[in-house]
T-cell receptor
Framework: NAGVMQNPRHLVRRRGQEARLRCSPM?????VYWYRQLPEEGLKFMVY????????ESGMPKERFSAEFPKEGPSILRIQQVVRGDSAAYFC???????????FGPGTRLTVL | LAKTTQPISMDSYEGQEVNITCSHN???????ITWYQQFPSQGPRFIIQ???TKVTNEVASLFIPADRKSSTLSLPRVSLSDTAVYYC???????????????FGTGTRLQVTL
């Protein structure tokens, strides 16, 4: 039973480019959560999605960031026109249901040059 | 979610018992206390969760006094592989359900050496 998968594990982008981070939830899980971890800090909630729906995006920056979880395929966190401050580890978690525990993936480390 | 305070870092030798205390003075009546472990370059991993008194599993024990304003994670006989950051969360689970937003503080960085 594979856990939460994230790819790529490491991503390097230059300022102004786009970053696409992918998350495949655990089998049977239809709820996905994205978190961001800046260096030496704890994880900060960004967005919560259920298949084809954004449930809570209260932690998402208003500009340049978007997330989707299509009916087929992985959830994608997209960051447009990246800036150096976007450099962080981005973690995805999934749960079977809204009221069940979240399991975390290994993260994607984004470096913006 | 209630604010938590825990030491920034701790050091221990291999084979010792390690106790990490978390303060949560504003814990709500319905809130559980949950501890996560995070190794470098990995996502957080659930360790243990409790509401009151004592909870024990194969990895750790969690001690919660009667007033529930603090909790102590106890790791018996740590090894080098227990070197990680440990996070205390309050309110991630409540008596009525599970939160969809988990709030992590800066955690306690445990360094285990020989």
């Amino acid at each position: 039973n594979a856990g939460v998968m994230q790819n790529p594990r490491h991503l390097v982008r230059r300022r102004g480019q786009e970053a696409r981070l992918r998350c495949s939830p655990m089998k049977g899980h239809s709820h996905v959560y994205w978190y961001r971890q800046l260096p030496e800090e704890g994880l900060k909630f960004m967005v919560y999605l259920q298949k084809e729906n954004i449930i809570d995006e209260s932690g998402m920056p208003k500009e340049r960031f978007s997330a989707e979880f299509p009916k087929e395929g992985p959830s994608i966190l997209r960051i447009q026109q990246v800036v150096r401050g976007d450099s962080a580890a981005y973690f995805c978690a999934s749960s079977r249901d809204r009221d069940e525990w979240q399991f975390f993936g290994p993260g994607t480390r984004l470096t913006v040059l | 979610l209630a604010k938590t305070t825990q030491p920034i870092s701790m050091d221990s030798y291999e084979g010792q018992e390690v106790n990490i205390t978390c303060s949560h003075n504003n814990i709500a009546t319905n809130d559980y206390i949950t501890w996560y472990q995070q190794f470098p370059s990995q996502g957080p991993r659930f360790i243990i969760q409790g509401y009151k008194t004592k909870v024990t599993n194969e990895v750790a024990s969690l001690f919660i006094p009667a007033d529930r304003k603090s909790s102590t994670l106890s790791l018996p006989r740590v090894s080098l592989s227990d070197t990680a950051v440990y996070y205390c969360l309050v309110g991630a689970r409540t008596l009525t359900g599970t939160a969809s937003k988990l709030t992590f503080g800066t955690g306690t960085r445990l360094q285990v050496t020989l």
